[in-house]
């Protein structure tokens, strides 16, 4: 069968929304751009051409793939985030515009100290940072491009998740961002105890398990599980974090998390009662909902602190 291209991305819009997705014409136009390797203008460009019945098929293919639900992002394998494009694969989860807010406030406290216009440290102090739970790596190594001289370290509990991140650095040009595979402060306990960093960033999984069977089919049926359940009440990461994070930080080293909407309050307490830290912060995204969590190590642990 061939058939013009117009009509073979109608065709496939019909076949998407028949499936409930949601941008059906986006996605039928940027799967076909993807298979025949066009932009929007060159879509335009091509608009009138007939096509032979082994394009139609291969589209076809794609098209049942995310009718089938597949994300549109691993189907292309890739997304864009920060202005940058990233490798994405089941192993890791899609990067999200709300984590592009965590990277901008991360950024904007790297290169002039302060958070959101308010002063929150020495301009210059952060030289060395770890993305902990970095999946694809989109936020260390976005501020590593961004970030002229910043040292970053990415680790993951995922071998393949790494090496997907791996990836990513070579692929924008980041060679000296370094890899630790290992479940959370694991892989800075042996050979690397001592190693202290100023920041340590993370998206962990912060979803309760009791929500996950109601997020979207993409979210819930193909994106990696482990990067999503936070436990119970979805901050087992954070209670981990808030203890251990203090002893892989110089003094005055920032915590930044980014954390689901209703979990401003739940964080900023359990950071607090830790008497590890202070100056704990919420900072909302674009959409007005909390998303960032921010907290700077004590020089000295207050007394309530629990003592290790
Ligand atoms: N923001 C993601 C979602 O809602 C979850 C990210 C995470 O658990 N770290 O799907």
Same mark, same amino acid.
């Given at each position: ?11 496939? #819009? ?31 460009? @091509? ?12 589209? &076809? ?37 709300? =984590? ?13 100290? =302060? ?6 440290? /020495? ?15 989109? !936020?260390?190594? +976005?501020?590593? /491009? ?17 090496? =997907? ?9 980041? #060679?000296?961002?370094? &890899?630790?595979?290992?479940?959370? &402060?694991?892989?800075?306990?042996? /050979?690397?105890?001592?190693? /202290?960093?100023?920041? !340590? ?8 398990? +009791? ?36 002893? @892989? ?9 980014? !954390?689901? &909407? ?18 704990? =912060?919420?900072? #909302? ?14 020089? #000295? ?8």
């Amino acid at each position: 069968m061939s058939l013009p291209l117009k009509e073979l991305i109608n065709y496939g #819009k019909t076949q998407l929304e028949r499936a409930g997705i949601e941008d059906a014409d986006r996605d039928a136009r940027g799967l076909y751009c993807f298979l025949d390797r066009l932009d929007s203008v060159g879509l335009m460009m @091509h608009w009138q051409d007939v096509l032979q019945d082994n394009q139609c098929e291969a589209y &076809f293919e794609l098209i049942e793939r995310r009718a089938a639900g597949e994300p549109f992002q691993y189907i292309t394998g890739t997304q864009e985030f920060m202005g940058l494009t990233f490798a994405v694969d089941p192993s890791v989860l899609i990067p999200r515009q709300d =984590t592009e807010t965590v990277v901008e406030d991360a950024e904007e406290l790297i290169q002039k100290g =302060t958070l959101r216009d308010r002063p929150y440290g /020495k301009p210059g102090a952060i030289k060395e940072i770890l993305d902990l739970c970095c999946g694809s790596g989109a !936020i260390g190594i +976005s501020l590593a /491009k961004r970030c002229g001289r910043l040292k970053v370290t990415c680790s993951d509990i995922s071998a393949p998740a790494i090496a =997907t991140a791996r990836r990513n650095a070579a692929a924008n040009g980041c #060679k000296s961002v370094r &890899f630790e595979q290992g479940d959370l &402060f694991e892989p800075f306990s042996g /050979k690397l105890g001592r190693k /202290k960093f100023d920041m !340590i960033i993370s998206n962990p999984p912060y979803i309760a398990s +009791s929500v996950i069977p109601e997020l979207q089919r993409e979210v819930r049926e193909h994106e990696p599980l482990e990067a999503l359940d936070g436990g119970e009440d979805g901050l087992d990461f954070y209670r981990c974090i808030a203890s251990e994070a203090a002893g @892989h930080l110089h003094k005055n080293g920032v915590l930044m998390l980014e !954390i689901g &909407f209703d979990q401003g309050e739940a964080v900023t307490e359990m950071l607090r009662e830790t008497g590890l830290y202070g100056d704990v =912060t919420c900072l #909302k995204d674009l959409a007005g909902k909390d998303r960032i969590v921010t907290a700077k190590k004590l020089k #000295k642990p207050l007394d309530s602190a629990v003592q290790p």
